[in-house]
């Protein structure tokens, strides 16, 4: 219900601030990249996961039984908005721009969901600043507030990229640093989370994804830069 709101939320801002000749067009975009989102997230799951899916086929289908991932979230959301672009003839760089608030309230949601839904949890904690959460036994106990900074941050972070926007001329800029952000908080905030999940090489896999998402963005937004002052020239 709580990632259902907060897509709600992203429609509506991505209508809102779309051009009015466009508008349908750009909630079109948006819930077809939520769908890209949500098949990626799951694929990504059941990957990661293969051993249990392998022996439980029919449950691959059943999202509502939980097991969503985050990086495979953003990796299927940037999948759908490349197809969508070159299927539509739309300059890649501005429709994502436009789909970056979509990006932005899911993933705040998404944070506070796992609150209540016990996963992405922090350490048990005696400091004043930690708050009761429950584990995926129910064992509630206060720990480290993983979710809410994770929420937090990310919306710091999407509206401070979305007044700098306003300012930056690079087509596609903001979608890039808006991407580095949601992965630079999945990978620092990794460190803090004792949720089990497979590792590899010391790092929790998210944060393996996390960290290709960010070389990924960073290359992108060097690209964009230099094209931009390229086209100066």
Same mark, same amino acid.
């Given at each position: 219900?709580?990632?259902? &709101?907060?897509?709600?939320?992203?429609?509506?801002?991505?209508?809102?601030?779309?051009? %009015?000749?466009?508008? &349908?067009?750009? #909630? $079109?975009? *948006?819930?077809?990249? &939520?769908?890209?989102?949500?098949? !990626?997230?799951?694929?990504?799951?059941?990957?990661?996961?293969?051993?249990?899916?392998?022996?439980?086929?029919?449950?691959?289908?059943?999202?509502?039984?939980?097991?969503?991932?985050?990086?495979?979230?953003?990796?299927?959301?940037?999948?759908? #908005?490349?197809?969508?672009?070159?299927?539509?003839?739309?300059?890649?760089?501005?429709?994502?721009?436009?789909?970056?608030? @979509?990006?932005?309230? #899911?993933?705040?949601?998404?944070?506070? !969901?796992?609150?209540? $839904?016990?996963?992405?949890? *922090?350490?048990?904690?005696?400091?004043?600043?930690?708050?009761?959460?429950?584990?995926?036994?129910? #064992?509630?106990?206060?720990?480290?507030?993983? %979710?809410? /900074?994770?929420?937090?941050?990310?919306?710091?972070? /999407?509206?401070?990229?979305?007044?700098?926007?306003?300012?930056?001329?690079?087509?596609?800029?903001?979608?890039? &640093?808006?991407?580095?952000?949601?992965?630079?908080?999945? @990978?620092? @905030?990794?460190?803090?989370?004792?949720?089990?999940?497979?590792?590899?090489?010391?790092?929790?896999?998210?944060?393996?994804?996390?960290?290709?998402?960010? /070389?990924?963005?960073?290359?992108?937004?060097?690209?964009?830069?230099?094209?931009?002052?390229?086209?100066?020239?």
């Amino acid at each position: 219900m709580i990632i259902g &709101l907060g897509a709600l939320a992203g429609l509506l801002l991505v209508t809102w601030r779309a051009p %009015q000749k466009e508008r &349908l067009r750009y #909630v $079109d975009a *948006g819930i077809l990249t &939520l769908l890209g989102s949500l098949i !990626g997230s799951r694929l990504m799951t059941v990957a990661v996961n293969w051993s249990y899916y392998a022996s439980n086929l029919g449950e691959i289908f059943k999202v509502w039984m939980g097991g969503l991932s985050g990086i495979g979230a953003l990796t299927g959301g940037i999948l759908a #908005v490349l197809i969508l672009s070159l299927w539509w003839k739309t300059p890649l760089g501005v429709l994502a721009d436009a789909l970056l608030p @979509l990006a932005g309230t #899911v993933t705040i949601a998404a944070w506070l !969901g796992c609150w209540l $839904d016990s996963c992405s949890y *922090g350490y048990p904690s005696t400091a004043w600043w930690a708050i009761p959460a429950r584990d995926e036994w129910g #064992v509630s106990a206060n720990r480290f507030p993983v %979710q809410f /900074i994770g929420a937090i941050l990310t919306l710091i972070m /999407i509206w401070s990229i979305d007044k700098a926007g306003l300012h930056l001329q690079a087509q596609g800029l903001s979608a890039a &640093l808006g991407l580095f952000g949601l992965s630079a908080v999945i @990978l620092g @905030l990794s460190y803090f989370r004792i949720d089990p999940t497979p590792v590899w090489h010391g790092l929790r896999l998210e944060a393996w994804g996390a960290l290709a998402l960010m /070389i990924f963005s960073s290359v992108t937004v060097v690209v964009l830069l230099l094209r931009w002052m390229l086209s100066k020239k």
